[in-house]
T-cell receptor, first 112, second 114 residues
Framework: GDSVTQMEGPVTLSEEAFLTINCTYTATGYPSLFWYVQYPGEGLQLLLKATKADDKGSNKGFEATYRKETTSFHLEKGSVQVSDSAVYFCARLKAAGNKLTFGGGTRVLVKP | ETGVTQSPTHLIKTRGQQVTLRCSSQSGHNTVSWYQQALGQGPQFIFQ???????GRGNFPPRFSGLQFPNYSSELNVNALELDDSALYLCASSLESLTMGEQYFGPGTRLTVT
């Protein structure tokens, strides 16, 4: 079935460090891929998305590239800030589907 | 433009009771999806409503039911509550079912079943 696997956290970084969160997905169909972010006490917010192979989504300094050959959609940011501390969720949407499937989430803690 | 709102914020119920959670979708959005997020896990899709009709359902038993009203607000009802139903319940709205990925989430309702 459809599934998304993320690296487990927590990930603890210093400010200005490079962040990578790994995400892989099952290759059934031609899914769209997403990263959502959940700040403490808030709901999920869409961070970025990619709808087909080789697409790159980007927003707020974060980037992720849809890699069909490795079924991956890793999230990266070159220089994190304390305000990036949150839980990040990778998700997939089956083509012509109506259900988002989420990974388990990765908690990121950025220390000053 | 108001965002997605949910009520109540927190709720404590006893096993076997019934609960109703409410969601007001973002202005102009006609699709509402409900998710259950257990502590430390990713959200799990419960079901979706599109123009007042159920439009897909996840792997949840029939005691989880829902409604969508003409103004596109929605309710999630859970009967015969079990301890494992304790979770954060998220509502998300979007404009059309085909753009479901671009969903706007509410802050959630934290349900505790004792």
């Amino acid at each position: 079935g459809d599934s998304v696997t993320q690296m487990e956290g927590p990930v603890t970084l210093s400010e200005e460090a490079f962040l990578t969160i790994n995400c892989t997905y099952t290759a059934t169909g031609y899914p769209s891929l997403f990263w959502y972010v959940q700040y403490p006490g808030e709901g999920l917010q869409l961070l970025l998305k990619a709808t087909k192979a080789d697409d790159k989504g980007s927003n707020k300094g974060f980037e992720a590239t849809y890699r069909k050959e490795t079924t991956s959609f890793h999230l990266e940011k070159g220089s994190v800030q304390v305000s990036d501390s949150a839980v990040y969720f990778c998700a997939r949407l089956k083509a012509a589907g109506n259900k988002l499937t989420f990974g388990g989430g990765t908690r990121v803690l950025v220390k000053p | 433009e108001t965002g997605v709102t949910q009520s109540p914020t927190h709720l404590i119920k006893t096993r076997g009771q019934q609960v109703t959670l409410r969601c007001s979708s973002q202005s102009g959005h006609n699709t509402v999806s409900w998710y259950q997020q257990a502590l430390g896990q990713g959200p799990q899709f419960i079901f979706q409503y599109y123009r007042e009709e159920e439009n897909g359902r996840g792997n949840f038993p029939p005691r989880f039911s829902g409604l969508q009203f003409p103004n596109y607000s929605s309710e999630l009802n859970v009967n015969a509550l079990e301890l494992d139903d304790s979770a954060l319940y998220l509502c998300a709205s979007s404009l059309e079912s085909l753009t479901m990925g671009e969903q706007y989430f509410g802050p959630g309702t934290r349900l505790t079943v004792t």
